[in-house]
């Protein structure tokens, strides 16, 4: 039920800090090391109205990004142990089986982010169930390899007992954080989508729908271009969020000037653009910050049973694009993934061809979906995710005057499915993805039903 703000504020501030050493561990491929820190709010539903960063100052030398995450349905003495403790590696194979229950992004913070505020009709929901606990995940890229280094970090927050009328919410939708997102070396445009699926969020959202009021989007050193895309029925509507000169080192939550309202059976979509041409190597998906995210933090109300919303090219299919056999191939298998990667690194599979084939899978192909509900169980999506058919293109307005230059070849293919063009340019476009189609079937005796 909503919740009335009745009253005069009161607002009080407490210090979420966070003391851990970070013993000399360095790496050269900028793999983080994420530290976990449980903490519990005492019972009592309050509303918390504002995050402020606290960084110790050499923070800023090897800090990656910062994610509270809400520990769902746990039980107190499997967290009991773990509250106030200085921090260990995550994503490890002795990290506590509880910490998988963390799935629902309650606020993140990345390099050169502000505090994280809230608007007048929405506060983030503190202590509204019994035993409620938060994870801290701090990620670290210690490139320089510093050693013996303490953090001593955290957050402080203001919340209040006189709530405001709805809880507010983080929704976290993308492509998926996976090895099977391929960026080539040497690359000047490279772009990516991921989806969330409408199947996933739709049966969530209220008929009146939801209202997005700031939105985090986030890759990593590679990222150029993103954007947050929305469609409803044939139209494509105004961009959510649109950042065309994304800075890794400028990451922060974006207020929109006015809330927009998703409804049941929208479509969103995150696309990502890269440039490469400062590498020789090939680019994967992952949490290292020489890997490469495409993801939005979407911060809305009213809260809603839905924590994330990832869509991804099969490995299956970007493999097979890269000539390597998928038949008997196993995503859990150690030296099947060992093989994936030595196979883009020594036999570079990259042409010109192969390049435009893979970036439309990445793009433009159809996806699998991955739907989280944030309290451990994940919805089973059937079938597979792509863009809106028969769409209606939003246009972004210019925000300078310029002369347009003449498109190029290599544009054309970056832009070859959604830029407007004269009725024969799209009669071209069709027959671009008639052959690629094709080509996915041939390839991988994809039945057409």
Not at 245 to 258: A, C, E, K, T, V
Request: proline letters at 6%.
């Amino acid at each position: 039920m909503p919740h009335q703000h009745e009253g005069t504020l009161e607002l009080t501030t407490m210090d979420l800090m966070y003391t851990g050493l970070f013993g000399g561990i360095g790496s050269r491929t900028y793999d983080p090391q994420a530290n976990t820190l449980p903490f519990y709010l005492p019972e009592g539903h309050c509303g918390l109205l504002e995050i402020r960063n606290k960084m110790s100052s050499n923070k800023q030398e090897i800090q990656n990004s910062t994610v509270v995450v809400i520990v769902t349905n746990p039980l107190a003495r499997e967290l009991e142990p773990h509250v106030h403790h200085t921090g260990q590696p995550c994503y490890a194979p002795d990290t506590p089986h509880t910490y998988m229950k963390c799935e629902s992004v309650y606020a993140a913070w990345g390099i050169g982010g502000l505090a994280l505020a809230m608007p007048e009709r929405a506060g983030l929901p503190l202590g509204d169930k019994p035993n409620l606990y938060f994870l801290l995940e701090v990620h670290y890229d210690n490139s320089e390899f510093h050693s013996g280094f303490v953090d001593q970090s955290g957050f402080q927050v203001y919340y209040t007992p006189n709530l405001r009328r709805y809880d507010a919410m983080t929704l976290m939708i993308g492509a998926s954080v996976d090895p099977c997102i391929v960026i080539p070396p040497g690359r000047r445009k490279f772009t990516i989508a991921g989806h969330a699926d409408p199947r996933c969020l739709g049966p969530a959202i209220p008929p009146e729908g939801i209202r997005i009021f700031a939105v985090f989007l986030h890759s990593h050193l590679l990222g150029r271009q993103m954007k947050l895309r929305h469609f409803r029925n044939n139209i494509e509507l105004p961009f959510i969020a649109s950042d065309q000169h994304y800075d890794f080192n400028y990451q922060d939550y974006r207020y929109l000037p006015q809330e927009i309202i998703v409804k049941p059976g929208d479509h969103l979509t995150v696309e990502c653009t890269y440039d490469s041409t400062g590498r020789n190597v090939t680019t994967f998906g992952g949490l290292g910050t020489l890997q490469e995210m495409c993801l939005a933090f979407i911060l809305y109300y009213p809260r809603i049973a839905r924590a994330r919303a990832f869509s991804s090219a099969t490995c299956d299919l970007v493999k097979s694009l890269a000539g390597l056999d998928t038949r008997n191939s196993n995503a859990d298998d150690d030296n099947s993934n060992f093989t994936f990667y030595q196979h883009f690194h020594t036999n570079n599979p990259w042409d010109t061809y192969y390049a435009g084939i893979a970036e439309a899978a990445m793009r433009f192909g159809y996806h699998s979906s991955q739907c989280y509900l944030g309290d451990g169980r994940r919805v089973q999506i059937s079938g597979l995710i792509t863009y809106p058919r028969n769409i209606r293109q939003y246009i972004e307005p210019a925000r300078c005057t310029y002369i347009e230059p003449s498109r190029t070849q290599e544009q054309w293919k970056d832009n070859f499915l959604y830029t407007t063009y004269s009725s024969s340019a799209a009669m071209a476009s069709v027959h671009q993805i008639i052959v690629i189609t094709c080509y996915f079937l041939l390839k991988l005796s994809i039945p057409f039903s």
